[in-house]
């Protein structure tokens, strides 16, 4: 009986351990004055570009962020959809992994 409970604890262990693994792995940051700021998006002046960015509810800000501040906004990127247009070469084999290596 110990035994079944203890293989049940290490393997929600092992499964939380891999859900929290499984989120985006790499994180990008821009540096730059504050052009526009809202509930939902940040503008931030990089050189002569304009970097707009979502923001949501759980956005973690260390204090009130107002239009000429300079900030760093660290980010990352992620697929929200992936649309096929073909066009590929048909003897090219491309894994669908996240981590797009070839098969």
Do not use: C
């Not at 992936?82 to 048909?90: D, F, L, Q, S």
């Amino acid at each position: 009986m110990k035994t079944t409970v203890f293989s049940l604890i290490l393997a929600a262990v092992l499964v939380a351990t891999t859900i929290a693994n499984a989120g985006p792995s790499k994180s990008y940051q821009v540096t730059g004055p504050v052009l526009e700021v809202s509930d939902t998006m940040i503008a931030v002046q990089k050189s002569k570009e304009r970097w707009e960015l979502a923001r949501e509810a759980n956005t973690k800000v260390d204090s009130e962020v107002k239009v000429g501040d300079k900030v760093t906004v660290t980010y990352t990127m992620t697929a929200t959809k992936i649309e096929n247009k073909g066009g590929g070469k048909a003897d090219a084999k491309i894994s669908p992994s996240p981590s797009g290596e070839k098969k």
